[in-house]
């Protein structure tokens, strides 16, 4: 893994995390239409949203985070190839 691959998929889970919180924002407006809605309250809806999509992408970065740690440069965890052990003697 490069710190590339590393940074994409911190990215992707942040990512990943707030996108799933659009279907949340859909289920505010069904469950509370006075509240949130695409009308006069379309600004609450939006900013409740965007606060909910940030929480809920630095919950699944930190998950990412738990299981793929910080890179570490002094560690270089590519595969290196090794010559081939010699045949055991019999």
């Known amino acids: ?3 590339r ?3 994409h998929g911190l990215v ?3 990512i990943g995390g707030a996108a799933s919180v659009i279907s949340s924002g859909f289920a505010l407006m ?3 239409p006075d509240t949130f809605n695409l009308g006069p309250a379309l600004w609450i809806t939006v900013k409740t949203v965007a606060v ?4 809920a992408g630095i919950q699944t970065a930190a998950a990412y985070l738990k299981q793929s740690p910080l890179w570490d440069k002094t560690t270089d965890r590519r595969a290196v ?6 045949a055991p003697t019999v």
Not at 52 to 55: D, S
Not at 81 to 86: E, F, G, L, N, V
């Open 12 to 14: 992707a889970a942040f």
């Open 30 to 32: 069904v469950m509370k």
């Open 5 to 7: 691959m590393w940074f």
């Open 1 to 3: 893994m490069t710190p």
């Open 81 to 86: 190839a090794q010559p081939p052990s010699p």
């Open 52 to 55: 909910l999509g940030v929480f």
